[in-house]
């Protein structure tokens, strides 16, 4: 049986492995759930391979340490923090519509798993599904004309949507 996808990456691989030897200037990322873990490594790899990077957080000010941490460690000052908690739709809808230029990486990293008990957001929607599907998938959409060329836009403006 042959693989459907080959990559020189496997489960051992970091996210400055597959970074390495891509230059992203002059292109913006927004990384979810960038305050700790993965979503940290990650801004740490677009931002050594030149992106600008928004740390897309709950918690602004763990999110200005964080930046000034990468700021530190990477050198590059393209780093800044918004605000977004992606289990509260109302605040996605403010990032988004707060949005302006163009975005070309969006990684949905914020999550959580397993609470310890039921507990339902603002909207009256489970925490842990109104986290990791309904407030990314929200966000996806909101930032939709961001991602798309100038000519897609202009072809998105001329349809009436």
């Keep these: 049986m042959s ?3 080959q990559s020189p990456f496997d489960r051992n691989s970091t996210a400055s492995d597959v970074t390495k030897g891509v230059d992203l200037s002059g292109k913006h990322a927004v990384v979810t759930g960038a305050t700790s873990g993965i979503g940290v490594e990650t801004a740490r790899a677009l931002l050594a391979a030149g992106a600008e990077v928004t740390l897309a957080v709950r918690r602004p000010e763990a999110g200005e340490q964080v930046a000034a941490d990468l700021r530190a460690q990477t050198g590059s000052d393209a780093v800044r923090v918004g605000r977004l908690d992606v289990a509260d739709l109302d605040s996605v809808n403010a990032f988004t519509a707060s949005w302006s230029g163009a975005l070309h990486i969006l990684v949905n990293n914020a999550g959580i798993m397993m609470p310890p008990e039921l507990e339902c957001g603002i909207r009256g929607h489970e925490q842990q599904f109104a986290t990791n599907y309904l407030g990314h998938f929200a966000l996806t959409l909101g ?6 060329s100038r000519r897609a836009r202009n072809a998105w403006r001329w349809c009436g949507t």
């Excluded at 930032?143 to 798309?148: F, G, K, N, Q, V």
Aim: charged share 10%.
């Design 3 to 5: 693989q459907l996808f």
């Design 143 to 148: 930032l939709h004309r961001a991602t798309m």
